[in-house]
């Protein structure tokens, strides 16, 4: 035989050996870096979403008064007694007389928020009332007022008495 015929053989060998055997070697290795690659990528994006927890529970903990001076003004529950004692609580620090307090759940829901319609009946003088007001404004519960009627009282008392009708809604969470 010829050499030049032996040696191409040989390099033939070599070749068909080379994609026999370490073909599906380098293939290995090629997906085993890529794989390396993604959980690297994946890594690095649990670890940002980590400390984008670790950041969102500081602050949570720097705005926690603030939370809960808003869970306060809207309670998960409609709390029927604290709002009769809002009201009255009001009514009694300004001088006005609460003759009358009635609540009326409404089924129309807003956004998150569910409302309760409040219709109060008071009597005192127009400072009062302007007082009467303000103590709600200030109250730690949400109150929208969405009527305010006001007719000259027939009580012989005193010429100033007016009375109040107040209709207003008070929200809480759904």
């Known amino acids: 035989m010829n050499k030049n015929f032996i040696t191409a053989m040989l390099v033939g060998i070599e070749g068909i050996l080379f994609f026999a055997f370490l073909m599906p070697q380098y293939r290995t290795l090629i997906g085993a870096r890529q794989s390396l690659e993604e959980r690297g990528t994946l890594l690095y994006d649990t670890k940002g979403a980590y400390d984008n927890i670790i950041a ?8 926690e008064a603030t939370i809960s001076r808003i869970l306060m003004a809207l309670p998960k529950q ?25 609540f009326k759940s409404e089924q129309k829901k807003t956004g998150s928020f569910s409302a309760v319609s409040i219709n109060a009946e008071l009597e005192g003088s127009y400072p009062n009332l302007l007082f009467f007001l303000d103590s709600l404004e200030h109250s730690l519960r949400l ?17 100033d008495l007016l009375n109040i009708s107040l209709e207003a809604k008070a929200y809480s969470l759904q």
Do not use: C, H, W
Request: aromatic share 10%.
């Open 78 to 102: 409609k709390q029927y007694d604290y709002l009769t004692e809002s009201f009255r609580v009001a009514a009694e620090s300004t001088g006005m007389e609460l003759s009358n307090l009635n």
């Open 143 to 159: 109150y929208d007022i969405t009527g305010i009627e006001i007719t000259k009282s027939n009580s012989p008392q005193s010429s």
């Open 56 to 63: 969102l529970a500081n602050q949570y903990v720097g705005q």
